[in-house]
């Protein structure tokens, strides 16, 4: 990632992102805790990309270079904590599952950063206790190292909705369908399929968060039907998509 900057900007705030809004690279000596209220945050390193709904967030570990972009109107809070902090002692952006206790109590504590009263100090300690218990999600989209995995990634990227197999996907660009497989395991961990559906809830999350009806964003993301697209979506998340966005935060 060019341009890198240390980000002189207080790690715990909250601040307002428009869609499409992007924070440009830049790295913290905290860790930190991302979350949205509202609309879909996606982070990115040079190793792929996290992205979070509103019962999600996404721990990025002190000195990692990472920019952010908002998908739709995006409600942001940042939590910063001390580098030497042991929690949740993760060394790599993770995604973690949000409950409804954990959200109030980052909304709660990024209301005044400048506060530094013993009850805020006693709400960061809960907090924290709340990040502990918080169990991880899966939500990332690797880069792809090897040419030739880049190459099917992009042609996936660019169309959610393309129903082409592994084996014709490599036709298309000269790749063996084994070979990719074996890339798609050693690089990512997952399989063709596996990673695929990853990269469609992405996509989907994205077009929710622009306010896409859902029967819209099944087809455009390569789901057969909405009632297909409603089960991936409510396993992967825990609601369905036609109440995705009616769970952000109101009146903040």
Wanted: with cysteine.
């Amino acid at each position: 990632m060019s341009n890198i900057r240390h980000d002189p900007i207080a790690p715990t705030r909250a601040q307002v992102l428009a869609a499409g809004e992007r924070i440009d690279a830049h790295r913290h000596d905290d860790h930190q805790i991302v979350y949205a209220g509202s609309g879909v945050l996606a982070v990115t390193t040079d190793a792929g990309t996290w992205f979070a709904p509103g019962n999600r967030a996404i721990w990025v570990p002190a000195g990692t270079v990472h920019a952010h972009r908002a998908h739709g109107h995006t409600d942001l809070h940042l939590v910063g904590l001390p580098a030497d902090d042991p929690l949740p002692g993760l060394g790599a952006p993770t995604v973690l599952a949000v409950s409804g206790l954990l959200r109030e109590l980052i909304l709660a504590y990024t209301r005044d950063p400048a506060d530094d009263s013993p009850e805020r100090r006693r709400l960061l300690a809960v907090l924290r206790d709340q990040l502990r218990a918080s169990p991880q999600q899966p939500l990332r989209l690797p880069t792809p190292t090897d040419p030739r995995l880049a190459e099917v990634c992009a042609l996936v990227h660019a169309d959610p909705a393309d129903a082409r197999t592994l084996a014709a996907l490599g036709a298309a660009t000269g790749v063996g369908e084994r070979t990719l497989s074996r890339l798609f395991r050693s690089e990512f961990g997952m399989t063709f399929p596996q990673w695929r559906t990853q990269s469609r809830l992405y996509h989907a999350l994205r077009l929710l968060a622009e306010d896409t009806p859902v029967t819209t964003v099944a087809h455009r993301c390569g789901w057969s039907s909405a009632s297909a697209f409603i089960d991936v979506f409510r396993r992967s998340f825990g609601h369905t998509p036609g109440s995705h966005n009616r769970r952000s935060p109101q009146g903040r």
